[in-house]
């Protein structure tokens, strides 16, 4: 058996590489190549996933699976081996599905996508990208059909990125958000705005770089094995344990933008950075699923970034940074600007209230098209009008309205969205359990020292990697399922403060 | 016929994906990957070419050419698909000699022994990357033995790099040029050195690298194919004809330093953005030779970039980007300052007279290296004996002497240097026709043009790739061999008005 694990670690190496190395070209892609490397780069994007794709469903990587199905049943279910088993067969039952052709096709249709979206975007050009759209999501769709019995036509994606739960399933949770979320959103509506001129200044970028690194850092994301660089559209990726880099946009006119964006994206590079390296090059070295990955995005971002002890050591190195922008502005003021409620027309920088209007309308859209029911088209204008409806807003382009996230045009429509929300109600719970355990996390929060926090985290959710479903990982670190109610305790609570609401 | 060309280019088209995909990540290790990236790096690369050396030595591959030979001799010898199917052919003859596997372990050592290598010269530390080079030796040594039959242990590198050459020809090239050249280097050592205070002053490094990049584009470096960036040994590479990159390092207490860097590189990036299109993604779609290479790099660094010529258009805008240091400074002096020939220890920064004697010593290093004349603990010594005897000088330490430069431990022993004073004399050679043809080179040069001088070159060499040998080119670019005495008059006389020798 010994013999057999060794060569299924080699061949899933293998794919490993050939996907790390494709991770790389897309990295490069957005952040540094020219504009003349475009058609290339697809080309050679899609021969690194048709041969990762190849590799991984390789008639001899399947019978090697079932031949360590049961050593691997006979090991401790948590141990590395039975889990990379166990992983491995599953991920392999659900790629044999898919031909190598559709894998070289699809990715090097979305290299194209995202290109051409990154031109359209600031050209405000829908037509630019309809097409582009269009194929996409036929190709969506027939990604869902390698998947016969499903449910509902976006279960097979929403699969893909939050393993475990189906179209209905997301539907109930949201509306059951959605039910509580609305009149707290409308009860701040009804008081005064709070004033957040004070971000809207002039913040020189390399200033406001350095700071947000200084931040990253302080919570522990290791710039030995990482590093940020600028990019139109922020994310995370790692080619390996040790080379995990986030992504940043600064605007000089918004201090919040690239601050928060950068302490969001380091929550997910704290995840990466610390699972355990004994999983190195396995399928099991990234995160478990979209839903716990911005659990700790959504975590590090709002519920620490947002929070006032941490503002409490900050502001005042903040402060130093931008004295004539912010000397005679008071931490109190800072903060309320910080965590202003608003219904925007901008996702990134939504407030925490308002934030799961933005995903669930985005996930509605996303069903609707993959169903058939609505077609691109006719998005634009399904954007607005649901746009109105939730938030008594008509986006005033499309830049900011259908075009505003790079996710449907760079990887694809279908459960591209929910994992924010679930994100969001992670984090809440997650939160609440590290301080249950760590009541002193608070005090150190107020030091800027975050230890504790991440020590627990990563001890509870990062080492483990893709090893445990995310419904499996949160009955480990919680003790019970996912639930909404310790995230509506969390915003009642401090939004119910900051807007003095009984 | 038309069918199985398609599966040739089909085929050839996968490994050009693969191997460009390597470049990218080549790149990315060079410039921004952080040093946790290293082990994954080695190993992702290795894939990478093994995959391609795989797929290009499939015997599918070898009977599809077998049928296409007759095809390919019927048609004109310097049509494209003549030339892809003759150069193919040769490629796969040579490529069949090396198995996979240690194609896998050559660039997995490599990867590592260049990060070594970045550590260890500025530590100075010959004996960190002293393991490196010894196993890089034996794998090089390896390398040659799956050719046998050879001459001389460094032919098959050489033919590598620079296909068509033999130890014995490019040492008796060698031992011409140095009977004239050393003379040539005595006399002029006895005249009193120019005066290059004005290179070292203080000169900010944004400065800098706007000037060097704006007469890189002005002798027709697209940036719309192509970037700059930083790293500690500058290379250009290319993973499309659309994307075609160069590197440059900056040393703010040396003007001449990134500049000349920048327009060497550039001379690289210009032959490889100037091949024709229709060659794309074919085995064709890269410089012939090293020496061919180098004679592009060589011209626009200084048969163009050192020219007085150009200096008369460029130093009053030099002056005024750093009127401080530059304003006082006469043409005059600077054009003595940037022309100074000086024995010195380091290659990159070394005069155009005293050059060839840096490539000679590691030619000659590199040889004894293979043929086991001389051990890698003895090399620091023999670098510096050789070098007090051709220079006069002692190195004062490794990083100036034996790990100055990035060749052997990024990409093995042998081959790796004839190619610069190949280079050197080509240089002059495609000068002097070019100015035979379109005298009014001269004029353009002094106004900032390079029309006239990058069309030639384009028409002439760039847009062949590698469609012909590098002998083949010379003989119809100039109408016959390549000869060491243009370069030799242009020494002489560039040399001789300088340093007013009769």
């Known amino acids: 058996m010994h013999k057999k694990l060794q060569e299924l670690k080699t061949r899933l190496l293998e794919v490993n590489n050939l996907k790390s190395a494709s991770a790389v070209l897309a990295w490069d892609q ?6 003349g490397g475009t058609p290339a780069r697809a080309r050679q994007l899609a021969t690194l996933e048709r041969l990762a794709h190849e590799k991984f469903i390789d008639p001899a990587l399947g019978r090697l699976l079932d031949e360590l199905l049961p050593y691997g049943e006979s090991l401790p279910y948590d141990s590395d081996e039975a889990s990379l088993i166990r992983i491995t067969r599953r991920d392999y039952e659900r790629a044999t599905r898919i031909p190598p052709s559709f894998r070289a096709e699809f990715t090097s249709h979305m290299a194209e996508s995202y ?3 990154t031109q359209a975007r600031p050209a ?23 998947y016969p019995g499903y449910e509902h036509i976006a279960d097979p994606w929403i699969h893909e990125w939050d393993y475990g739960l189906k179209a209905s399933t997301v539907r109930s949770l949201f509306a059951d958000l959605r039910e509580q979320l609305v009149p707290l959103v409308q009860t701040i509506a009804d008081r005064p705005l709070a004033d957040d001129s004070c971000l809207h200044q002039h913040f020189p970028e390399a200033l406001q770089w350095d700071f947000g690194l200084d931040v990253a850092r302080r919570f522990g994301y290791d710039m030995q094995r990482g590093r940020q660089d600028k990019v139109p559209h922020p994310f995370t990726t790692n080619f390996s344990i040790g080379d995990v880099r986030i992504t940043t946009e600064v605007k000089e006119d918004d201090v919040s933008w690239a601050l928060f964006g950068t302490l969001h994206e380091a929550g997910h590079g704290l995840y990466e950075q610390g699972i355990h390296p004994a999983l190195e090059g396995t399928p099991l070295a990234v995160g478990t699923s979209a839903g716990m990955h911005e659990s700790q995005s959504r975590l590090w971002e709002n519920v620490v970034g947002r929070n006032q002890r941490f503002w409490q050591f900050f502001y005042p190195r903040l402060q130093a940074v931008f004295p004539a922008q912010l000397g005679a502005v008071s931490l109190d003021t800072f903060y309320r600007a910080i965590n202003r409620v608003e219904r925007t027309l901008i996702r990134g920088s939504a407030d925490e209230v308002t934030y799961n209007l933005h995903i669930m309308l985005r996930f509605d859209l996303e069903l609707a098209l993959l169903e058939g029911s609505l077609a691109v088209k006719d998005l634009p204008e399904a954007w607005r009008t649901r746009f109105q409806a939730d938030f008594g807003l008509i986006p005033t382009d499309d830049r900011d309205g259908v075009m505003q996230d790079s996710h449907w045009y760079a990887d694809g429509i279908g459960g591209q969205f929910q994992g924010y929300t679930l994100g969001n109600i992670l984090s809440a719970q997650f939160y609440e359990a590290a301080l249950q355990a760590h009541p002193e996390i608070l005090d150190e929060m107020a030091q800027g020292e975050f230890g504790t926090l991440h020590g627990w985290l990563r001890e509870r959710i990062y080492q483990h990697g893709r090893k445990f479903t995310a419904n499996e990982l ?10 909404i109610e310790p995230y509506l305790h969390y915003l009642r609570n401090k939004y119910g403060e900051l807007y003095r609401i009984q």
């Open 115 to 117: 290109q051409a979206w």
């Open 124 to 146: 405000n050009d829908f037509a630019a990208v309809r097409p582009y759209l269009e194929k996409g999501l036929e190709l969506c769709r027939q990604f869902a059909e390698f």
């Open 30 to 35: 957005a952040t540094y190549m020219p504009p």
């Open 474 to 483: 949160v009955e480990r670190v919680i003790g019970g399922p996912m639930r």
